[in-house]
């Protein structure tokens, strides 16, 4: 029988409001403006979720599908710092690596391509985090009209479905990341206090169960916030960003 799992930030803070962690079996996805910390929890919990259960990790292996580092700056994958951070843990860091599958996908397509794939990974039942650095950069990317909104969003629902039965079937927690909506005259309909709103649209919304709003803090302090949860109310927590990944 298969048992949620629990995966620790790294921030004992921000894990409190989770109440443990990212879980497996479901989606999460963390939004907000860039430098606000989403690729760096992307890379600490790649490093956590091979700890044992009761040091907040899973045992599990990682799949971090991150965009090519030729489109822009977002989402590459940096070996250097999972180095880091498993040397915070205790880890060794050429083991540590070795236990994430690293995938760079060029356009959203290729990014459908990477899932089929890692998916097949998946069936030994060693893996238990699968990152999405970031969901909808891809997207917005290949389909960037008005007029293509529709098949964008179609596109983006196979998706979905697809990590969705990967959560599920294979007992593995889905993190994403996501970016914030820029333009200040659409719908309120998921905006946060401060009025930002990760991109997606409804279909998102429905597929992630776990939401948070992710921004930036007095000083170094970075603030994460539950706008979604299916069992946790919507706290905030503080965190910060070290050379050993997410901290308190
Ligand atoms: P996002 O993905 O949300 O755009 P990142 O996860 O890339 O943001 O976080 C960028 C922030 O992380 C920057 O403020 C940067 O200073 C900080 N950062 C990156 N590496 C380190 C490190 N080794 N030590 C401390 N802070 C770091
Ligand atoms: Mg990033």
Known sequence: RKRVLKISTG??????????????MSISEVFGEFRCGK????????????LPKDLGGAEGKVAFIGESASLNTEGTFRPERITQIAERFG???????EN?????????????????????????NEYRLLIIDSIMAL?????????ELNERQQKL?????????????FNVAVFMTN?????PGASA??????????????????????????????????????QDSPDMPEKEATYIITSGGIND
């Open 100 to 124: 994430i599958t690293y995938a760079r996908a060029v356009n959203s397509e290729h990014q459908m391509e990477l899932l089929n794939k890692v998916a097949e990974y998946f069936v030994n």
């Open 157 to 169: 629902n196979q998706f979905l479905s697809k990590l969705t039965h990967v959560a599920e079937e």
């Open 139 to 147: 997207f917005r990317v290949d389909y960037v009209g008005r007029g």
């Open 189 to 226: 309909l998921f905006a946060g206090a401060d009025g930002r709103k990760p991109v997606g649209g409804h279909i998102l919304a429905h597929a992630s169960a776990t939401r948070i709003l992710l921004r930036k803090g007095r000083g170094e302090e970075r603030v994460a916030k539950i």
């Open 91 to 97: 880890l060794d860091p050429e083991q540590t690596l």
């Open 179 to 183: 970016q914030v909506q820029s333009d």
């Open 39 to 50: 690729t760096q929890l992307s890379h600490t919990m790649s490093v956590i979720s091979q």
């Open 11 to 24: 921030s004992k803070q921000f894990d409190a409001i989770l109440g443990g962690g990212f879980a497996t």
